[in-house]
């Protein structure tokens, strides 16, 4: 029999969490996935360690970062907010702790523990669950879902929930089918962007600090040579450019600035530490390992990891340099080499790279009190489908609980 109270299309975050909380009411709930197993996207979030939310209790500071959206969210959040999402994880076996910028993680620190309580959730209700299983349409006719027909039939429900996630990291699954259907069955759908990408950088030597990460910097982006835009946190390099919270929250604006002419940036190692202040401390290092090489110091100066970066950029002084043979010049070069680490940012990664896409259902189509469709009278929608920016930081998940759990209960 492939009739069902609540037919979830979709097994990643918000759809497990929307699944287990229609069965725990009593439902008789499936779950259809395409991929072989459920979460994968949840799998790897968080780099693997699952930014579960992020506990600003300032409730306006923390509606701040879903921008435009902010105005639809607040009765959404009230009903399911942050100390809701915190107690029912703690409920279902998963401890949390919170760390830098109030981001929230299990204690962990693993994204696959998260999942298996999920899954634990899930089945505990009874949930069928239909992996492997490829949607092919959506049967809807004058507002209404009469079925969900995959490679193996057509299933239906008295209601439905399309939770397929976005078009952020397409080799998890998501890659934008649930736009389609939504607009197929009269939706209006706002085209994606990827906005939460890591930035391409020009520079080999940003390439050779590959998986190297700098806490406390300020990177600083001039649009053909004019400052435009200062952020101050974590950088990550990677083989390609550069990547972290603080690059991610930030790639939206550079990709705006790129449309106005040749984007550059320096990196400041020592945001707190004017250049005399530094030169200061330079010296000192300087004067108390004069007979040693530049080499054997340069830990006490430049950032752990960054010692051959730096060298390269000094095409005079060499690892080997003795320190009592370091010229003024080499040195006032280091310093403001410290201050301003230059480089050219090529452009965005694309959705492959994203964390978030944004696009999706535009809110104005969808009741936020329950996450169900003006358009469609027995379906509801949740997660990366709607139409909500993200910045990292656990915002991304917590409106998938939110929306998940919401959707559950009214389906």
Not at 115 to 127: D, H, I, Q, S
Not at 158 to 165: E, K, L, N, R
Request: glycine content about 10%; charged content about 20%.
């Amino acid at each position: 029999m492939n009739h069902y109270d609540v037919v979830v299309v979709g097994g990643g975050a918000s759809g497990m969490m929307a699944a287990g909380r229609a069965a725990s009411l009593g439902k008789r709930v499936a779950i259809i996935e395409k991929n072989k197993k459920l979460g994968e996207k949840l799998k790897i979030t968080g780099g693997g360690r699952c930014n579960i939310t992020n506990t600003e209790e300032d409730i306006r500071v923390f509606m701040k970062n879903y921008g435009k959206a902010e105005q639809f969210l607040y009765s959404p959040f009230a009903l399911f907010g942050v100390p809701q999402t915190i107690s029912f994880f703690q409920e279902i076996g998963i401890e949390i702790v919170t760390q830098a910028r109030k981001r929230a993680f299990p204690s962990t620190e693993k994204a696959i523990d998260v999942y298996k309580a999920l899954e634990r959730y899930v089945k505990a209700g009874n949930v069928t669950i239909l992996t492997d299983e490829r949607v092919s349409r959506i049967d809807a006719s004058k507002g209404h879902i009469d079925g969900i027909v995959t490679d193996s039939g057509t299933y239906t429900a008295d209601s439905y929930i399309i939770a397929t996630g976005g078009m952020s990291h397409p080799e998890t699954g998501s890659t934008g089918d649930g736009f389609n259907w939504l607009e197929t069955i009269g939706h209006t759908v706002a085209a994606p962007t990827p906005s939460i990408v890591p930035l391409a950088v020009k520079e080999s030597w940003v390439h050779s600090l590959a998986g190297t990460a700098l806490s406390f910097m300020k990177i600083t982006f001039f649009v053909d040579g004019k400052k435009s835009l200062t952020k101050t946190g974590k950088l990550l390099f990677t083989h390609f450019g550069l990547s972290g919270p603080l690059i991610l929250n930030t790639a939206t604006k550079v990709g705006d600035l790129l449309h106005e002419g040749l984007v550059t940036a320096t990196i400041d190692c020592y945001p707190d530490t004017d250049h005399p202040a530094l030169e200061k401390k330079i010296l000192s290092v300087f004067e108390e390992n004069k007979n040693k090489d530049v080499k054997n110091v340069f830990d006490a100066i430049v950032p752990h990891g960054m010692d051959t970066a730096v060298f390269s950029l000094l095409p005079t002084l060499t690892p080997e340099t003795k320190v009592h043979s370091v010229t003024k010049e080499d040195r006032k070069a280091l310093l403001n080499l410290l201050k301003a680490l230059p480089m050219t940012i090529t452009g965005l990664m694309g959705y492959d790279r994203a964390v978030v896409a944004d696009g999706g259902v535009v809110l104005t189509e969808i009741d936020m009190k329950t996450f169900k469709s003006k358009v469609v009278d027995n379906m509801y929608v949740t997660g990366d489908l709607l139409h909500i920016p993200r910045p990292s930081g656990g915002y991304s998940l917590q409106m998938c609980w939110t929306s998940g759990y919401i959707a559950g209960t009214n389906a």
